[in-house]
Structures are given as structure tokens and as C-alpha cells.
T-cell receptor, first 112, second 112 residues
Framework: SQTIHQWPATLVQPVGSPLSLECTVE??????LYWYRQAAGRGLQLLFY??????ISSEVPQNLSASRPQDRQFILSSKKLLLSDSGFYLC???????????FGEGSRLTVL | SQQGEEDPQALSIQEGENATMNCSYK?????LQWYRQNSGRGLVHLIL?????REKHSGRLRVTLDTSKKSSSLLITASRAADTASYFC????????????FGAGTRLFVKA
């Protein structure tokens, strides 16, 4: 069966520090991968999605970047965090034929 | 910008009552999905309805889709305290990677 792992679960970082959130999927190949951000009590904002290794689509100009160095690995990064980067970050995957998204448990980032 | 908009933003009902949540969207879609999120957790897929379908059932869930009005509704019948969660609609447009856009969600509270 397929599983998705996301880490770290919680992170407290100072303004100006770097960020790396990692997401891996097991049990499937060539998934479509997604990063979303959720502000407190709000909906999900699509940040990046990827249909293959090295293929990244960015949805919102921002202080973040994403990379897909391996088929089932999706990384969200920042060189210098801003206060506004605080939020709940969710990684998700789906098969190439579309359908439902499968979400990780999320990474809660607090920038102080 | 977010594709879907749910209403109401929050809903409080008694156990045993039905809960209805609505979603409106702006552009043509391939399908519409509903997800549930318990506080601080990842999202879980509930049901998917394709653009050529008008109604779909799954257990106590009933989803309708009106593409002429660009709207959908989620009905939860005989609600339980365990149904307390946030509910999101999400729409898919086939842009080559199935970009999935979420609405702001409805927060449902079911009182025991």
C-alpha cells in the first residue's frame, strides 16, 4: 500500500534562517506531488506541484522554492524565512491519472 | 486565487441533524472533490464527483454538482459528534498536472 511521510512535524525557526521540509512517498511510482500551505483557520493555498523529477510548477511568487531530486521525494525550501512564512505545510500525492489526493500529516512552521 | 468558495464558513448542529455545506467555483472543471480535515491533521478524501455526474452517494454522504451554476453541495445525514471537522471542496482542471485548488472550507461542529 502507498504511504506518504512528511517531516519535521513541527518547526520553530528565527526570521532569516533557512528551511527544508521533506516529503517522501512509498508504494507508488511517478506520482504527481504537491505542496500546500494553510494559514490558521483557512483553506489550502497551492504552492508547488510536480509531475516528474526536476519538473516544478510554481503557483505563487514567494520566498519559497521546491525541488524533486528523486521520483518520490519532494522538498520545500527557503534561504531566508519571513514571518509570513509561518503556517501549516501539507504535502500530497496522486496518481498520474488524477483522482483523489493523499495527504501527509503536515509540518507546522512557526517563524519568530 | 482560490477556485472554490464554501458556505457557510462555520456550522453548528445537534447530533442526529443533517449538515449541508455548499461550494461554488469559477472555471470549468474535470471533477470536484470533498475532503475532511480534523484539527491539526492532514486532509482525508471523502468523495469525488465528475463533471458529467449530478449526484453521488457514499454512506451518509451525498454530493450534488450543478455545472451550470458552478456549484456543489455536501450533505451529511444523521450527523455524529465524530463528524466535527473542517470540510473543503476542491476542483481539478486538467492542466497537464491536475492542478487542484481548494476552497476556504466549512468548519462543522456537531454537539452531542
Amino acid at each position: 500500500s502507498q504511504t506518504i511521510h512528511q517531516w519535521p512535524a513541527t518547526l520553530v525557526q528565527p526570521v532569516g534562517s533557512p528551511l527544508s521540509l521533506e516529503c517522501t512517498v512509498e508504494g507508488t511510482s511517478n506520482p504527481n506531488l504537491y505542496w500546500y500551505r494553510q494559514a490558521a483557520g483557512r483553506g489550502l493555498q497551492l504552492l508547488f506541484y510536480s509531475v516528474g523529477i526536476g519538473q516544478i510548477s510554481s503557483e505563487v511568487p514567494q520566498n519559497l522554492s521546491a525541488s524533486r531530486p528523486q521520483d518520490r521525494q519532494f522538498i520545500l525550501s527557503s534561504k531566508k524565512l519571513l514571518l509570513s512564512d509561518s503556517g501549516f505545510y501539507l504535502c500530497a500525492w496522486r496518481g498520474t491519472s488524477g483522482g483523489e489526493l493523499f495527504f501527509g500529516e503536515g509540518s507546522r512552521l512557526t517563524v519568530l | 486565487s482560490q477556485q472554490g468558495e464554501e458556505d457557510p464558513q462555520a456550522l453548528s448542529i445537534q447530533e442526529g441533524e443533517n449538515a449541508t455545506m455548499n461550494c461554488s467555483y469559477k472555471t470549468s472543471i474535470n471533477n470536484l472533490q470533498w475532503y475532511r480535515q480534523n484539527s491539526g491533521r492532514g486532509l482525508v478524501h471523502l468523495i469525488l464527483i465528475r463533471s458529467n455526474e449530478r449526484e453521488k452517494h457514499s454512506g451518509r454522504l451525498r454530493v450534488t454538482l450543478d455545472t451550470s451554476k458552478k456549484s456543489s453541495s455536501l450533505l451529511i445525514t444523521a450527523s455524529r459528534a465524530a463528524d466535527t471537522a473542517s470540510y473543503f471542496c476542491a476542483t481539478d482542471r486538467n492542466t497537464g498536472g491536475f492542478k487542484t485548488i481548494f476552497g476556504a472550507g466549512t468548519r462543522l461542529f456537531v454537539k452531542a
